[in-house]
C-alpha cells in the first residue's frame, strides 16, 4: 500500500463544474503539498499545507491532520484547468531522508469545453 | 523571472554515451534535488543537496551522480545510459531554516531524456 493515495486516479468533467481530488495518506506528515503538473511540462507547486484550509483564485485545498486527508477544489472549472494534480507529504520518518517528499500518483483531469 | 532553469529542456542521448542535465536558481535556496519522473509515474527522488553535503537515496543506481558547485547550479550526470533511464528529469529547490523546517519546493520545468 502506497504512502500517499489519491482518487479518482482519472477524471473528465464539463467546463463550470466543482471538482474535488482526494488524498489520504499513512504516515505522520509536517506539511502537504498539492503540485500541478501539465502535459510534458514541470511541475507547479499550488498550495502547502499543514492546518486548515487555504484558497489561491479557483483553488481551494483543505486538510485534516486526524484523519489524515486532504482535498484540492477546483470551482468554476476550465479547460485551462486540465493537468495532473499530484498529492506530495512531507514526513521526518520516511526513508531517513529528512523533509524529503512522499508523491501520489497523481489525479489526471480533464476539462471539457 | 525564471525562478529553477533546466537545460536543456530536451536532451536525446544515445544508450551508454554519458550525458549531463543542469539546473540552476535565482531563489538562492539551500537545498537542492533531482527527481526522475517516469510516464504516468510519480517522481522519484534520486538525490538532494543540503548545502554542499550530497544525500542518496538508497535505490538510486550508481548510474546517477550529481554535483554542486556553488549554491545556484546542480548537475546529474548520467554515466552510462540504459534505454530504462529514458524519463523526465525534474530539478526542484527549497530552503530548509533548520532541523525541521523546510520551505515549499519550486520545481524546475524539466528536462525530457530520449535514449536511443
Known amino acids: 500500500k502506497n504512502e500517499v493515495e489519491q482518487s479518482p486516479q482519472n477524471l473528465t468533467a464539463q467546463e463550470g463544474e466543482f471538482i474535488t481530488i482526494n488524498c489520504s495518506y499513512s504516515v505522520g506528515i509536517s506539511a502537504l503539498h498539492w503540485l500541478q503538473q501539465h502535459p510534458g511540462g514541470g511541475i507547479v507547486s499550488l498550495f502547502m499545507l499543514s492546518s486548515g484550509k487555504k484558497k489561491h483564485g479557483r483553488l481551494i485545498a483543505t486538510i485534516n491532520i486526524q484523519e489524515k486527508h486532504s482535498s484540492l477544489h477546483i470551482t468554476a472549472s476550465h479547460p485551462r484547468d486540465s493537468a495532473v494534480y499530484i498529492c506530495a507529504v512531507r514526513s521526518w520518518n520516511y526513508g531517513g531522508s529528512q523533509g524529503n517528499l512522499i508523491f501520489g500518483k497523481g489525479t489526471k483531469l480533464s476539462v471539457k469545453p | 523571472d525564471a525562478m529553477v532553469i533546466q537545460n536543456p529542456r530536451y536532451q536525446v542521448t544515445q544508450f551508454g554515451k554519458p550525458v549531463t542535465l543542469s539546473c540552476s536558481q535565482t531563489l538562492n535556496h539551500n537545498v537542492m534535488y533531482w527527481y526522475q519522473q517516469k510516464s504516468s509515474q510519480a517522481p522519484k527522488l534520486l538525490f538532494h543537496?543540503?548545502?554542499?553535503?550530497?544525500?542518496n537515496e538508497a535505490d538510486t543506481p550508481d548510474n546517477f551522480q550529481s554535483r554542486r558547485p556553488n549554491t545556484s547550479f546542480c548537475f546529474l550526470d548520467i554515466r552510462s545510459p540504459g534505454l530504462g533511464d529514458a524519463a523526465m528529469y525534474l530539478c526542484a529547490t527549497s530552503r530548509q531554516t533548520g532541523q525541521l523546517s523546510t520551505d515549499t519546493q519550486y520545481f524546475g520545468p524539466g528536462t525530457r531524456l530520449t535514449v536511443l
Open positions: 543537496y543540503y548545502d554542499k553535503d550530497f544525500n
